[in-house]
């Protein structure tokens, strides 16, 4: 079994930051792109941003140099540092990541999400 479990989320006002925090453990052999998604009530789950196995990074158009991801594959966990937040970021975030098992199984695994609520 593989788990994704996320941290970081909560209240923030407007322009100030957070960081999200995941860690995938379990029966692990590779990890490749990681990445956040998030989805706000009503709305389509979109993508926050990713990174693959080779620090390619890749962000949503929304970002605009707000947000920086990053991984420690020593530890195989992503972060997400959310600066100049706004209320329009308000969603659940979701971490997820495309993993070999050591069954040799390659599947996208997701966390439960955290909630982010920016409000003043």
């Known amino acids: 079994q593989v788990q994704l479990v996320e941290s970081g989320g909560g209240l923030v006002q407007p322009g100030g930051s957070l960081r999200l925090s995941c860690a995938a453990s379990?029966?692990?052999?590779?990890?490749?792109?990681m990445g956040w998604y998030r989805q706000a009530p009503g709305k389509e789950r979109e993508l926050v941003a990713n990174?693959?196995?080779?620090?390619?990074?890749n962000y949503g158009d929304f970002v605009k140099g707000r947000f920086t991801i990053s991984r420690d594959n020593a530890k195989n966990a992503v972060s997400l540092q959310m600066n100049s937040l706004k209320p329009e970021d308000t969603a659940v975030y979701y971490c997820?990541?495309?993993?070999?098992?050591?069954?040799?199984?390659?599947?996208?695994?997701w966390g439960q999400g955290t909630q982010v609520t920016v409000s003043s």
């Open positions: 990174v693959t196995a080779l620090s390619h990074t």
């Open positions: 997820n990541a495309d993993i070999r098992t050591t069954a040799w199984v390659m599947k996208i695994y």
């Open positions: 379990g029966s692990i052999s590779n990890i490749y792109t």
